[in-house]
């Protein structure tokens, strides 16, 4: 009987922790996100924010990365639904992307409103590296919500954190 308890305590002890290591970025208007503190956090000049992974050492070729971005649109959400603009954006991914296969599209609730996922592959321009992209879209308070976690098909290391950090995006 005690080692079962000693199991279960074991087992329940981490996720009674508060997350060690996260950090929180509160953008100025838009949204909340944690992510891990060995990743960096920047805005570009097109206001997206910018999660990128610490390297995997001298032989890594690519930071994985999470995009956030937020355009707003009085249609957004209220005429136009979030299953509205699928196949369109498949369709625009299908031109930009060489060998672009998509893995699946599934459609979910992101902070209690309708979202689609998206997971694809493939090459972007002339680049020789495959991608595996992980895109959620979702309308909330006539805004497009666009995350879009991006790593090399063959490295997988960091998919865990970047759905965690997808998964802590809090819409204001």
Excluded at 19 to 44: E, R
Excluded at 96 to 121: D, G, P, Q, S, V
Excluded at 149 to 158: E, Q, V
Aim: hydrophobic share 35%; charged share 25%; glycine share 4%.
């Amino acid at each position: 009987m005690n080692k079962y308890l000693y199991l279960f305590i074991a087992l329940l002890f981490p996720v009674l922790l508060p997350a060690q290591g996260w950090k929180t970025y509160k953008d100025s208007a838009y949204f909340t996100v944690k992510y891990p503190a060995a990743w960096t956090q920047t805005t570009d000049e097109k206001k997206r924010t910018l999660l990128t992974s610490p390297s995997d050492g001298p032989g890594d070729p690519f930071a994985e990365n999470v995009n956030i971005s937020v355009t707003k649109n009085e249609n957004y959400g209220t005429q136009t639904k979030i299953r509205d603009i699928f196949p369109a954006v498949t369709d625009n991914l299908k031109k930009n992307f060489r060998e672009f296969k998509l893995e699946t599209r599934r459609y979910f609730k992101w902070n209690n409103a309708e979202a689609c996922e998206i997971i694809y592959t493939g090459y972007s321009g002339n680049d020789d590296h495959k991608f595996r992209i992980i895109q959620w879209f979702c309308f909330y308070k006539k805004r497009l919500y666009t995350v879009s976690f991006t790593t090399l098909d063959i490295n997988l290391t960091h998919t865990a954190n970047a759905k965690k950090i997808m998964r802590s995006i809090v819409f204001r």
